[in-house]
């Protein structure tokens, strides 16, 4: 019996980059008219992708509420609260629902992000309906009790204490993000402050139990060897019988201020065996960017860092041999604008300023002569190829629907993937490129042993 | 007709720190006993500080509210609305109470900090009465339809592009602030950002005075040639008939996380003529420290870089010649934990570089060695001195008790200062230099000219 469920936080580091990065807005390849999109009365909005290669399938409920949606001084009680989702109801006990899947021989899972909390389950179709049933219940009625909430926030703060207090690299990146963010929450690591965490109660987790669970803030994504019929007859059953929520206001966020500085980020500490050198822009993401710009900065990404052809990693780590690993990314799948980064760590004997160097011409070259024709057209082809990959599982053709609908994106715009890359032209990456990469507003981080101080 | 208020913004910078530091939570001077300080039935605390060395009173409200307790997105809000008290009532149409103290050749101001929002007169005490039934009217009885609200938005725009947009020093204050701060809304610049401030509006004017204007969220401070019964009776009189509003929570703002970087904000602007350098730190304030330590950060505060005896300004200023101005200050007056920082700017040939180095050098002596007893013993002397001045100011007297009360602290807590300032020892203020004055968890600011490009 899993009493905790395995949840992946999708906190913004280079790390995670790889799934947020590239499928996520992806799915290009899907042949249109296959994919069903329909809301069932009570606001629920379904999405069905039959795919009959095996007899699986995968079924993820999302809801539109993530880390950016928490009150000020309430950080971490949206990965909190997927913690609770696991937790029992007045229907099922604690653990219940996992060991169903476990004795089906399913596997599940649940994360958190900025814009996103998300709950799936992979089992045979025919297991499909009760999947439903488990998750509609619990988005209803789940027991809240302080016998629930206080030992789960103790893990919840040894979660934060193994993965963020004792890695150098979470606690620079979370400074990182602070510094990067002005004003928007993103600023907010998505687990939470430790100090707020702490002060999490039985009645921050039933207001926002309330306030964000319930159908008509969700999205069903069901992928696999299913068709709409089925799905639809199914959710009508189960999530059919959960009663509309209140009616939500608009997600907006405060907004970044026009940002006018250059930032330094620097932490020294002993844990630290290789030095690393990243920097940060605030750029606009797939939803609030503006004729093509979303598209023409995932190229950019894509041929300054997107791996091991990018011009970063050609030049840096196998032409020059300074670096162990070095690229860039582009976080376009966000409800508010975003970030692109550059980032690299030395090998051998170069040091952080070479590698820094080294990738900052980089991107000074595209932002003086722009990208050629050829890499254009390279990119393109790898950034649709990248979709087809994704499409290629299950799991990741949920994400994909799943989060571009709980940020703002549509299906049809997924659709329509794979002709807005190609419709992007060589000038539109030069112009986002010298709009968006600017060192005066951006932000430099330098994660350090102690040894090598730069005080 | 004065439609516009004089306001001034609290920004926290070092220009303003005179203000901030020194008389705010000084007024030791006062003979005890002398001061007087109750509760009206409707909650409005009243505190009277009779002075009868002229025939002039000062009448000063302050409310418990400033920008940090704004709600996200709303940054402005408690300054535009600062500004809103000016416009006209249902009794009084606009102008009108600024044009009566004008007719009685009285004086008139208010200004907005992240802590509280005051208003004030200086009239003759005859007018003591008049004064109290225009603000007590305007607590509860303010005219805020659109066409107040819209072309008042248009003012605060304006003031703002004046004020902030024009001047690369606010602009690059804002930004070290909002790195200095990563999760606290000391963060955000007390005049609002400006994509937020235009974005304010009727509800929001409306929501914050039903929240926040009310006596129980109150103080007023008279000073002056007045006695505590006539006060008393006047208050009650006017003040007294306005009805308590509902009960406020806590005020309880999302606190700072442990910091562990060392941060740097560089800005670049051709309008630059003089390079300036900063260094800061989260500090407790008198309202966060615990056993001490403040006053502790006081003394270190006066010797490292209080004026011209100070540490830094004999060295750095007097001795080498190499800024044209240096100091260093503690903004102790505040709700939460606040800012300490030590600044200069170079002078003939010195550079940004001389001017850090030597006053990082200041800092670090006292991080070795402390300071000595005769150090300790002068600033103890200049503290309690700057207070006895900042006494002999009505409207200084006024501030010191408004903004004490307003940030949590007591009249007895104002009362015992020169005692609590005389308790320090040297080994404290070593200690609390080494605690707080870590470079590992500090923003360094630089604003250059454009030719002196740091990237």
Redesign the interface.
Known sequence: MKLIPDCSLALRSAALAAFLVVPVTAASALEAGNVSHFTLDNGLEVVVVPDRRAPVVTHMLWYKVGSADEA??K?GIAHFFEHLMFKGTSTHGPGEFSGYISKVGGRENAFTSYDYTAYFQQVAPTELKTMMSFEADRMRNLVLTDDVIGPERDVIIEERNSRVESSPQA??G??VS??LY??H?Y??PVIG????IEQLNRADAVDFYQQFYAPNNAVLVVTGDVDEATVRTLAEETYGAVERGPDLPPR????E?????????????ARVGVPSYSKRWVVPSYTTAKDGEAEALEILGEVLGGGMRSRIYQEVVVKNGLASGAGAYYQGTALDDTTFAIYGSPRGDATIEDVEKAIDAEVAKILKDGITEDELAKAKKRAVRSMIFARDDQSGMARIYGATLTTGGTVEEIAAYPERINAVTADQVKAVAVRYLD??RSVTGYLLPVEDDR?
Chains 1, 2 share one sequence.
């Open positions: 000020p001084g950080s606690l620079h979370e400074e602070a510094t002005q004003n929450p600023r907010i402050w430790m100090q707020e907006v966020r405060p907004v201020p026009e940002q006018n500085t250059r930032r330094i980020v620097t932490m020294n500490d060192a005066r005080s």
